[in-house]
């Protein structure tokens, strides 16, 4: 469960694994096999989100001699599904959950840009 010591970053082999292996091996089936857990995650972390933001989890958990905000990695790690996500319904034929993704991915990064990035400052 969602609570102080796990987040999106715990579950990102969920969708790094399977998509590591499609490209290793061409093979549609592993991802037609997580493809509904993939879709009911980002329904999931969507429910955890506040405007697309979400601020859940450990975050960047070993910080160096900085600290990342948690609702930065964690909304990327969000952000890098839904791209995923978007790129597989495509690959299975699955074209309105496709579009649905994009859009999903295309409102994060609007999201995360307009809260976190200053054009002013480049940072």
């Known amino acids: 469960g969602y609570d102080k010591w796990s987040g999106p970053q715990w579950e990102a082999a969920l969708f790094y694994v399977p998509w590591a292996m499609y490209r290793f091996h061409g093979d549609r089936d592993i991802l037609a096999t997580v493809y ?26 070993v910080p160096f001699k900085t600290r990342t905000p948690v609702a930065v990695t964690s909304t990327a790690a969000y952000l890098t599904f839904a791209e995923l996500a978007a790129r597989v319904a495509g690959l299975l034929d699955e074209p309105a959950d496709a579009a649905r993704f994009v859009t999903l991915a295309r409102e994060i990064r609007a999201a995360f840009r307009k809260r976190f990035v200053d054009p002013a400052k480049n940072t």
Not at 36 to 60: C, F, Q, S
Request: no cysteine; hydrophobic share 50%; glycine share 12%.
């Open 36 to 61: 509904p857990a993939w879709v009911k995650h980002l329904a999931y972390l969507a429910t955890r989100a506040e405007g697309h933001i979400l601020d859940i989890g450990l975050g960047d958990w």
